[in-house]
């Protein structure tokens, strides 16, 4: 019902920057329908467990991981029914697979199929 695509993924140098962006669509998808989701981005490295980045949820309350704080930030357009995580200040061990997720605080949860996300010289 409702589709998530990642993008902005890539290579860059440690210290450098990546915006993410995640776009919502779906047959009954408005932008104030998108609003009352929760969105999340979360990251994955094989070997490891799928952690949780950052968080917004439909009263603009934010949420991160100890390891994004001070770095990242998450915002959301509603109107565009876009998410974004910008990354600052990347470290290798940032290198993963990004994902998005929006939840319904009612129904249903979606994910992405990810971004690969690669900090290296």
């Known amino acids: 019902q409702v589709q998530l695509v990642e993008s902005g993924g890539g290579l860059v140098q440690p210290g450098g920057s990546l915006r993410l962006s995640c776009a919502a669509s779906?047959?009954?998808?408005?932008?104030?329908?998108?609003?009352?989701?929760?969105v999340r981005w979360f990251r994955h490295t094989p070997g490891k467990q799928r952690d949780l980045v950052a968080s917004?949820?439909?009263?603009?309350?934010?949420n991160y991981a100890d390891s994004a704080n001070n770095r990242f930030i998450i915002s959301r357009d509603n109107d565009k029914k876009t998410m974004y995580l910008q990354m600052n200040s990347l470290k290798p061990e940032d290198s993963a697979v990004y994902y998005c997720?929006?939840?319904?605080?009612?129904?249903?949860?979606?994910w992405g199929r990810g971004t690969r996300v690669t900090v290296s010289s």
């Open positions: 997720n929006a939840v319904h605080p009612y129904g249903n949860g979606y």
């Open positions: 779906g047959t009954l998808l408005t932008g104030t329908m998108f609003s009352i989701y929760t």
């Open positions: 917004v949820d439909k009263d603009g309350r934010t």
